[in-house]
C-alpha cells in the first residue's frame, strides 16, 4: 500500500519556539505526572535516545504528555503502575493490539502503558474519574490533531491500556531546532479523493494541520456526491489517478460542472504516461510523498495569480 510520510506541521513564524526535545518535556513533566498518579500508582519513565525533536511548542507538548497521564491514571487504582515511554525510528512498536497501527515512520511518540495489580485480592473499583475518561481523550485527540500529530489507545490484555501520541517531528537535515520550510496557512475547501483508507486520512490530516477545510471521498459515487453539495465553494481537488472503476482523469472531467473552477492535483505511484493525459492546467505529485511535498504543491496551486 503507498502511504505517504508525516513530517510535521511546519508553521510561519516563531520557528524557533515550535521546536523542542521530546526527551527534556517529559522528564521535566514528571513532578505533574506523579501528581496526576496520586492514590497508590507508581510511575516509571523510559526514555529513548533515537526520539526525533517535536514541531511543538514545550508548552503544547508538556499539555498532551501530561493531559495522556492524566487520562491513562482515570484507569488505574491503588497499586498500578503508570509507564511513560518516548520512542523514536527503529524502537519496537507498542505490543501487538489490534487497535494500534503499526507506523514505519514513527520518530517522536510518546507512549503511556498502563499496568493493573496482579492477583484477584487485589482488584479494585474503577475509578469514578472513568466517566470523564472517554472525554478528555477525545479532547486531546482533537487538540493533537489540529497540532498534525495523531493519538491511538489500544487494549493490551484484559486489564491493561496503551495510549500512543504519534507527535509531528523537525525533519532530519535541518539546523539551529528550526523547522525546514515555512509555508503559509490557507482556508480554501479542497476535495480529496483517494480509495486507501489510511493514504486518505493522513493526507487530509496533513491538509487540515494547515487550516484547509478537507472533504473526502474514495469512489466516483461519493466524489460526485460531495461535487454535488459543495460545488464552487471546492478550490482544489486533490485526487489518486487509479480509483475503483474509473480513471482520475475521468472523474475529474465529470467533476468539471459542479465545480467549474477547482484547480486540480493528481497523486500517483505511476507516472501520469502510464495512466493517461491529465486534464488541463494540473498539476502531479508522485507517491510517496512528504508532508512538505503536498502542502507547498497545494500553496503553488492555489495562490492567486500574478498580473
Known amino acids: 500500500m503507498t502511504s505517504v510520510a508525516l513530517a510535521g506541521r511546519l508553521e510561519p513564524a516563531h520557528l524557533e519556539e515550535r521546536c523542542c526535545d521530546l526527551n527534556q518535556i517529559v522528564a521535566r513533566a514528571k513532578s505533574a505526572i506523579l501528581q496526576a498518579a496520586a492514590g497508590g500508582v507508581s510511575v516509571q519513565l523510559s526514555l529513548s535516545p533515537n526520539a526525533a525533536r517535536v514541531a511543538l511548542s514545550s508548552e503544547e507538548l508538556e499539555r498532551i504528555v501530561i493531559g495522556l497521564c492524566d487520562v491513562a491514571c482515570s484507569a488505574l487504582g491503588p497499586g498500578g503502575r503508570l509507564i511513560v515511554e518516548t520512542r523514536g525510528l527503529n524502537d519496537a512498536q507498542v505490543g501487538s493490539a489490534p487497535g494500534l497501527a503499526s507506523t514505519a515512520d514513527a520518530r ?6 498502563t499496568e493493573q495489580p496482579r492477583g484477584p485480592a487485589e482488584c479494585v473499583a474503577p475509578s469514578p474519574r472513568r466517566s470523564d475518561q472517554l472525554l478528555a481523550f477525545g479532547e486531546l485527540e482533537a487538540l493533537l490533531e489540529r497540532l498534525g500529530g495523531r493519538l491511538e489507545r489500544a487494549r493490551l490484555s484484559d486489564t491493561d491500556l496503551a495510549y500512543v501520541a504519534h507527535l509531528p517531528y523537525v525533519a532530519p537535515g535541518s539546523s539551529s531546532g528550526r523547522m525546514p520550510v515555512a509555508l503559509a496557512q490557507g482556508a480554501e ?5 483517494e ?25 466516483e459515487r461519493t ?9 464552487a465553494a ?10 475503483p472503476g474509473v480513471s482520475g482523469t475521468d472523474l ?15 497523486m500517483s505511484g505511476y507516472s501520469p504516461e502510464h495512466v493517461g493525459a491529465l486534464v488541463e492546467d494540473a498539476s502531479f505529485l508522485h507517491k510517496p510523498f512528504t508532508a512538505d511535498e503536498l502542502v507547498t504543491r497545494v500553496r503553488d496551486l492555489l495562490a492567486p495569480p500574478v498580473h
Not at 223 to 231: K, L, P, R, V
Not at 234 to 242: Q, R
Not at 252 to 266: G, N, S, W
Open 108 to 113: 517522536a511518540r510518546v507512549v503511556v502503558r
Open 189 to 193: 475547501v479542497i476535495l480529496l479523493i
Open 195 to 219: 480509495d486507501e483508507p489510511q493514504v486518505q486520512a493522513v493526507t487530509a490530516r496533513i491538509l487540515r494541520a494547515f487550516g484547509y477545510a478537507v472533504i473526502t471521498a474514495h469512489n
Open 223 to 231: 466524489a460526485m456526491a460531495q461535487a454535488e453539495q459543495y460545488g
Open 234 to 243: 471546492i478550490a482544489l481537488v486533490v485526487s489518486d489517478l487509479v480509483l
Open 252 to 266: 475529474v472531467r465529470r467533476l468539471r460542472q459542479p465545480c467549474e473552477h477547482a484547480r486540480v492535483l493528481y
